[in-house]
């Protein structure tokens, strides 16, 4: 049907509602069973297609399919434990559910009526299993507000995303309000770009409406190319319809009638979300011509990124959303002055967009009230690394990283110590212990010398050594840099190569001067974003690691035993047991032995891959510092051990 | 003892499926050849209406051809009235695009910072060694490609190998023997199709 007005939102919500209560906990007689099964990335790439189907021909097969129902939904940001699959009435909220477990499952619960408790959620540290998604702490610390729908609807039934009151906010603007109010309300909630910045929405919003020129056009970046970050494409692919509701009230506020989503093609998952959710507002008269029988048209559509970071940045993307190479220019003029095709046009990141439909429906006093003094609303952020739970979060801005690390993540794994968080991707930087207990918003976190960037969250602990992080994220840098301006082409190409001879065992004491001299001089002079924020890495690891860095430069030792050229594999003879194992594992064939005698690795030969660490059955390959190397360094066996304490002290 | 299998497999295939199929197939690809040239000038027709699909275009292009080679760049140039130059500095500057063939199954590392600080370096090591080219560089028996990708976002499954289209999770390096072996087997079944 073609929505017209408010009523006919309200035939359609009335419809799926009972559906959608259910799976919020109502127990309303539906005389259904509604599986959910979860169909984001992550859980896609643990086989949940093949248990979504495996389900649906099981229920086939023992004539349940009329009182059940399979849903496929977006991501729970659960990712740890995918594929997760929940029964409704009762919640019940299945972990790592294989193809194999189906059977069992259906027969189980769906016929016996009794819970499957091996393929519950085990908590580890109280040793139970737990039965809903109430009862698992992951989720108890977080405030779902933005992925509100994810988990929940499913994402390729729009029906389903009405029935959630999606599109009312669109209806009441465009039929009761007109478009200074609504810029006023973006302004008064206080929201600020997800995309990493933080610019004021409202702001950007009120600049790009007050240009005469016309056609004017709104650009969603779902560019999401920080290294970590998965939230933009878990929105896209759980509640694509509420980034197209806001993008549809932008186009309204600022006066423009076409609206693109710049997306990178490799999300095939949430490109596909897309295309079905555009093609199902367009049949329901929620995109196209004269919107809720007024004159307002406004329609959308995708455009592919080709995979080149630097087209994250405004004015980059804006040249690739008009086919042309992604190179950044300088601003101003601004976006809002001249944008695609030379027009006035809005740029809002994803999440962004996610906020907008947020503080429409629950009002701007409302959102006004979340987060902190200058960071209102909550954020999403994508945990991964070294973390028990890695997954998708939403927290209050002002939550602290302690909080976030060790409560919803779970600590770090194998009673190994925390090190660092990387936040910001490669424009961002490492932040150490100390600031574990830092409410975080977009201040504090660009206080410790990172930023806030789309959301990213990599956990790291004692096994990782910071010199590498920084010279791993310049090296992204580097080969993501347009070549456009001088300062970011050969200021990063620089500043990586004394980051290799630094991991290589050859840096210079003057090495770490130059490189903070050189870091500086990148992030005044680059055009873009890219250039201006690429030493971050570099100067955050110098800020908290340093002694880290000094261990390598002066003991030519890596501390974390990351680095391979600082390396030296020997057999401790004691436990060797003369197997020959470790020969055979040995693609260099640098280890030598004869039956009965201790093998021998030659320091000459071996490449450092460790193949033959795994294969030892009695652990007697030991890595240590390079002897060659710490011969040369003369005190370096002193020295080794006080680097040791003195980074421990750190920790 | 497993680099003996992969080369011996390899010599094998090398010689004797592949030559018999050039052989047999030089009427056949040139009507192959201009079948895809017909699916490109419907890509052309549909998306040249459109301002600014040259990307769009593209992608559609590498998925006809597999590749972009200066011929079907030049000919896109032609076709929607560009300079061939323009064409090709957007060809250079997206990662997707390449022009030279890939192999059959392109294996791709993610090298995200998730991926990266759960091992995706020793990873790929391990997958250079084990097929014994770099990275960029595909097979002499044209069946696989060594890349590393960017961030794909199944970070709580890191590190990760892309087979194609195929998302593996949480591998270690002896799970990439597998995984080739796996590819080969497929491989090998395809051949004797033909």
């Known amino acids: ?651 | 003892m497993a680099e003996y299998d992969v080369t011996g497999e390899t010599h094998k295939e090398q010689e004797s499926p592949a030559k018999v199929v050039q052989e047999k197939k030089d009427p056949l690809q040139e009507d192959h050849r201009s079948k895809q040239f017909a699916d490109l000038d419907r890509v052309i027709g549909r998306y040249s209406r459109e301002r600014g699909q040259l990307i769009r275009i593209l992608q559609k292009a590498q998925e006809i051809f597999g590749y972009l080679p200066e011929e079907v760049q030049a000919y896109i140039a032609e076709k929607i009235d560009i300079p061939v130059s323009e064409v090709n500095g957007v060809v250079t500057f997206y990662s997707l695009f390449a022009t030279e063939p890939k192999g059959k199954y392109t294996l791709n590392i993610c090298m995200g910072t998730a991926c990266y600080v759960k091992g995706a370096q020793t990873l790929m090591n391990a997958l250079k060694e084990e097929l014994k080219i770099d990275e960029g560089e595909t097979t002499p028996d044209g069946v696989f490609t060594i890349k590393s990708t960017r961030c794909v976002g199944a970070c709580g499954l890191a590190p990760i190998l892309v087979a194609n289209e195929d998302v593996h999770g949480k591998i270690s390096p002896g799970e990439i023997k597998k995984i080739i072996q796996t590819c080969r087997k497929g491989e090998s079944v395809d051949n004797k199709k033909h």
């Open chain 1, 1 to 651: 049907m073609i929505i017209k007005s408010i009523e006919d939102l309200k035939e359609v919500k009335e419809k799926y509602e009972p559906l959608i209560k259910q799976r919020l906990g109502h127990r309303n007689g539906l005389g259904l069973t509604q599986i959910l099964v979860c169909s984001g990335t992550a859980c896609h790439s643990s086989e949940s297609r093949e248990v979504r189907l495996e389900l649906e021909q099981e229920l086939a097969r023992r004539g349940l399919e009329e009182q059940t129902r399979v849903v496929k939904t977006g991501c729970f940001g659960f990712c740890e434990y995918g594929p997760i699959v929940m029964v409704h009435p009762g919640e019940i909220f299945y972990c790592q559910v294989r193809p194999g477990d189906v059977r069992e499952l259906v027969e189980k619960h769906l016929i016996g009526g009794q819970v499957l408790e091996r393929l519950l959620y085990h908590n580890d540290s109280t040793g139970k299993r737990t039965q809903t998604i109430e009862d698992i702490h992951f989720f108890q610390a977080q405030r779902r507000i933005v992925l509100r729908n994810c988990g929940v609807i499913n994402p390729e039934e729009i029906g389903e995303y009405i029935a959630r009151d999606g599109y009312f906010a669109l209806a009441d603007v465009i039929l009761h309000k007109n478009r200074e109010e609504v810029i006023e309300m973006i302004k008064k909630s206080g929201l600020r770009g997800r995309g990493g910045a933080g610019f004021p929405t409202g702001r950007k919003w009120e600049l790009t409406a007050a240009q005469d020129i016309r056609p004017k056009y709104v650009v969603c970046n779902a560019d999401e190319g920080d290294p970590g970050a998965f939230m933009d494409r878990s929105i896209l692919e759980g509640d694509p319809h509420s980034v197209l509701e806001a993008m549809t009230v932008a186009g309204y506020c600022i006066g423009a009638n076409q609206g693109f989503i710049y997306v990178r093609a490799e999300y095939p998952i949430a490109v596909e979300r897309l295309e079905l959710a555009i093609e199902q507002a367009r049949e329901a008269g929620l995109l196209g011509k004269g919107l809720f029988g007024t004159d307002f048209d406004f329609d959308l559509s995708l455009r592919f990124g080709a995979g080149a970071f630097v087209c994250g940045e405004e004015t980059a993307l804006l040249h690739s959303v008009m086919g042309q190479r992604g190179e950044p220019r300088p601003r101003p003029p601004y976006p809002a002055q001249e944008g695609i095709w030379g027009k006035p046009t809005l740029i809002n990141n994803v999440e962004t967009f996610a906020n907008i439909t947020v503080v429409l429906r629950e009002g701007w006093e409302w959102y006004q009230g979340q987060g902190t003094s200058t960071s209102k609303g909550s954020k999403v952020f994508s945990l991964a690394g070294k973390i028990y739970n890695t997954g998708l979060i939403e927290v209050p801005m002002g939550t602290t990283l302690r909080t976030i690390i060790f409560d919803i993540g779970g600590g770090i794994p194998g009673n190994r110590q925390f090190k660092a968080v990387q936040t910001g991707g490669p424009s961002g930087g490492c932040i150490p212990a100390k600031y574990l207990d830092l409410p975080i918003d977009y201040e504090s976190l660009k206080e410790t010398g990172s930023m806030m960037g789309s959301g990213g969250m990599i956990v790291m602990d004692e096994g990782d050594c910071m010199v590498d992080i920084a010279r791993f994220y310049l090296e992204f840098s580097q080969d993501e840099s347009c070549g456009r301006c001088t300062p970011c082409r050969v200021g990063t190409k620089r500043l990586l190569e004394i980051l290799i001879r630094i991991t290589e065992g050859q840096g210079e004491m003057e090495d770490l001067e130059m490189l903070e001299e050189l870091s500086y001089d990148i992030r005044d002079a680059s055009l873009c974003g890219l250039g201006q924020t690429a030493p971050n890495p570099v100067l955050s690891t110098l800020r908290y690691f340093r002694n880290e860095y000094v261990t390598h430069v002066r003991d030519k030792r890596c501390p974390a035993g990351v680095c391979k050229a600082l390396l030296h594999y020997t057999v401790d003879e004691e436990k060797c047991i003369a197997c020959g194992l470790c020969a055979k594992a040995c693609a260099a064939q640098a280890i030598t032995g004869a039956p009965k005698q201790p093998y021998r690795i030659d320091p000459e030969k071996c490449t450092r891959c460790a193949a033959c660490v795994a294969k030892c059955p009695r652990q007697a390959i030991q890595k240590g510092i390079r002897k060659d190397v710490a011969d040369l360094g003369g005190e370096a066996g002193i020295y080794a051990g006080a680097g040791d304490t003195e980074n421990r002290a750190t920790l």
